[in-house]
């Protein structure tokens, strides 16, 4: 395995009961790439993220992240499943924008992005509220601080919940359609962000997104998945253009159409 | 017997006593039942599945058995074995720990309506799981939950005269005395119930006024 990888799956596989999600699952990450997840609903997209973000528990396999296991730790020279705080350890190097924002309904735009670096890394107040401020103003928000969420726009509260992402200065950023519940007109607002973000940061970025055009400009790769399996991988303009694959064909097709 | 109003007025500073007392017992019983309440939620939530097992028997045992029956245990029956507690402090926990059991049932639906996005959401974060439940789940299922709890503090009011079977001496038992010394009942008895009719129906109107501001917006 190269020593200059953000994150691996090795064999890693996830069932749900009966239901196997994700079949013996191989792929890397460089660090800084910026990579998209496409594929047919329910071909496991999203429990990727969730596994990575450690909102989800693998069945089997390993998961690397920045070199270090995810879902397990080593004791006495063997590996175990990860305690409770090992995986906050390593998440703390991850960040995550749900497809639904999850915004903090009870608090304030600001204290969205102030209260988590507060409480998980123990930023002190002034310096929380800089930061704060700073990246609600990046995301075009810096008018709607005293704000809540119920008052925003979708669009809106899709920004805030990337800067309150982004407040805990993660390595690693994950995309779960961030888009898709937004109306269309406050698409590009967000999709502005990302592009944003792509250009002048060197996080590592995953996207899952049924946004195609978007992939294409956003993305250093694309991985397509069907069924729990890697179907083809490669550039964009490899994969959009020239796909080796007929189920990959047969998926784009309907974007096209 | 004919209504005296003269005695009326003169005996109103003796109920007054029980009523401080009345009003006593109910807040000092609700503030054990909304924190045991809390805790016994929270406690079946995030303990495994054997002491949450317990806690949920413990709970309904409490509350399949009279409170008469709870009073007397504690008053009565403690003192058997070493523990000795006055009337009122007996009283207290009393209606704190049965009501427990019912505020427990409000705050474990109100916790289990808060989105599963907001549990993931404070994962995400990196919050510890104390932070997650003060800073993130209890802010958003408390404000649901205050027209209930607001109800059970009026139930816990109205059962406070239960309290007599066990010697505080509250509004009922002040009012039982009265009568018992001066041989006139009508003027006593009439007014604890108008005074639990005064308090009454404006908690009702309380409630319902609460019920609209904090009923749940989505
Ligand atoms: N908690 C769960 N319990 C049982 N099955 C689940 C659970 N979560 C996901 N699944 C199933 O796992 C499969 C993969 O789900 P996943 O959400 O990863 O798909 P996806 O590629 O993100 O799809 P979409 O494009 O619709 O979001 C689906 O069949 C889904 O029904
Ligand atoms: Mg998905």
Redesign the pocket.
């Known amino acids: 395995m190269n020593d200059n990888t953000m994150i691996s799956f090795e064999n890693a596989s996830k069932s749900?009961?009966a239901?196997q999600?994700l079949r013996n699952l191989n792929f890397h990450v460089d660090p800084g790439e910026k990579i998209s997840l496409i594929?047919?609903?329910?071909?496991?997209?999203?429990?990727?993220l969730?596994i990575l973000m450690t909102l989800?528990s693998l069945t089997s396999g390993y998961v690397l992240v920045d070199g270090q296991q995810l879902w397990h730790e080593e004791k006495q020279g063997q590996l175990v499943p990860a305690s409770e705080k090992h995986l906050q350890n390593v998440r703390a190097d991850i960040g995550m924008v749900f497809?639904h924002f999850n915004l903090f309904p009870h608090l304030s735009v600001l204290k969205n992005v102030t209260e988590p670096q507060r409480i998980s890394r123990g930023v002190a107040a002034p310096e929380a509220k800089e930061a704060a401020v700073e990246l609600l103003e990046m995301v075009g928000l810096g008018d709607k601080l005293d704000h809540y969420p119920g008052q925003l726009s979708g669009g809106q509260k899709q920004r805030v919940a990337i800067a309150r992402a982004l407040a805990l200065k993660p390595r690693i950023m994950l995309f779960?359609?961030p888009t898709s519940a937004l109306d269309p007109e406050l698409v590009s607002e967000v999709l502005n962000v990302m592009r944003k973000l792509a250009h002048e940061t060197d996080m590592t970025m995953l996207l899952?997104t049924?946004e195609m055009s978007f992939a294409r400009e956003f993305s250093d790769r694309v991985i397509f998945?069907d069924k729990?399996v890697i179907v083809e991988q490669g550039a964009p303009e490899q994969i959009f253009q020239n796909p080796c694959e007929e189920r990959t064909r047969n998926f784009l097709h309907k974007f096209i159409a | 017997m004919q209504w005296d109003t003269e005695f009326a007025i003169s005996i109103l500073p003796r109920l007054m006593e029980g009523v401080i007392v009345t009003i006593q017992a109910t807040l000092l019983g609700a503030v054990l039942a909304f924190t045991l309440g809390l805790l016994l939620a929270v406690g079946r939530l995030v303990s495994g599945p054997v002491p949450s097992k317990c806690l949920y028997w413990g709970g309904e045992f409490i509350r399949r058995t009279p409170l008469l029956v709870q009073l007397y245990f504690l008053f009565y029956l403690l003192p058997e074995i070493g523990i000795v507690l006055s009337p009122l402090v007996a009283g207290v926990i009393g209606i704190g720990l049965h009501y427990s059991t019912y505020t427990a049932e409000v705050y474990r639906a109100g916790i289990e309506n808060v989105d599963r996005g907001q549990w993931e959401a404070a994962r995400a974060l990196n919050y510890p799981p104390a932070q997650t439940w003060t800073k993130v789940i209890i802010p958003q299922a408390v404000p649901p939950m205050i027209p209930a709890l607001a109800n059970y503090l009026i139930t816990m009011f109205k059962e406070t005269p239960l309290l007599s079977a066990i010697t505080v001496i509250e509004l009922m038992n002040s009012a039982r005395i009265v009568a018992n010394q001066t041989y006139r009942y009508i003027e006593p008895i009439t007014m604890v119930g108008l005074f639990f009719l005064a308090v009454s129906i404006p908690s009702v109107l309380l409630s319902l006024w609460l019920e609209n501001r904090f009923a749940r917006q989505d």
Do not use: W
């Not at chain 1, 594929?39 to 990727?48: D, E």
């Open positions: 749900y009961g239901l999600v594929g047919p609903s329910g071909s496991g997209k999203t429990t990727i969730r989800e497809q779960d359609e899952v049924h998945f729990g």
